[in-house]
């Protein structure tokens, strides 16, 4: 992970944290497709609601992008 996703990781760790648990435990893990960035992106199905989640890796192999959000 690049040092400066790193730290937004840490300063969103807790929310990120808090909301996860609230979703129930994971159904599904499917492959959306490749974002107009560059990052992968897939859908995560809970119990309780589904996100996006979004990765991409930099040129030196460190994830430079790491998202979670609401479907859109």
């Given at each position: 992970?690049?040092p400066?996703l790193?730290a937004?990781t840490?300063?969103?760790?807790?929310?990120?944290?808090?909301?996860?648990?609230?979703m129930?435990?994971?159904?599904s893990?499917?492959?959306?497709?490749?974002?107009?960035n560059?990052?992968?992106?897939?859908?995560?199905?809970?119990?309780?609601?589904?996100?996006?989640?979004g990765?991409a890796?930099?040129t030196d192999?460190?994830?430079?992008?790491?998202?979670?959000?609401?479907?859109?």
């Amino acid at each position: 992970m690049s040092p400066s996703l790193a730290a937004v990781t840490r300063e969103q760790s807790a929310m990120v944290q808090a909301a996860l648990p609230q979703m129930g435990p994971l159904q599904s893990v499917s492959f959306k497709g490749v974002a107009p960035n560059g990052c992968d992106v897939y859908e995560v199905r809970f119990e309780h609601g589904h996100l996006e989640y979004g990765l991409a890796l930099g040129t030196d192999g460190k994830f430079s992008t790491i998202f979670l959000r609401p479907p859109q």
